[in-house]
């Protein structure tokens, strides 16, 4: 089990007035929260446990150019 959490994601993106160039700057996971995303238990096979957890903070800068 895992304590409640919550998860910030953000996104800021400028288009031109021709709508044909944009560039955006995106975070995900800002707060760094450290979370399990699944969990298994293998009890018997040796009781195996194994967790996934989910991805750290995250930032992306696209640019797209439409033609």
Same mark, same amino acid.
């Given at each position: ?5 919550? *998860?910030? $994601? ?7 007035? #021709?709508?044909?160039?944009?560039? =955006? %700057?995106?975070?995900?996971? *800002?707060? $760094? ?7 298994? #238990?293998?009890?018997?096979?040796? =009781? %195996? ?19």
């Amino acid at each position: 089990f895992q304590p409640s959490y919550w *998860l910030y $994601d953000a996104q800021i993106v400028w288009e031109n007035s #021709e709508r044909n160039l944009s560039a =955006g %700057i995106y975070g995900k996971n *800002l707060a $760094d929260e450290v979370y399990k995303t699944d969990a298994q #238990e293998f009890s018997s096979v040796g =009781g %195996i446990r194994t967790a996934y957890f989910g991805a750290p903070r995250t930032w992306m800068a696209t640019v797209t150019l439409k033609y």
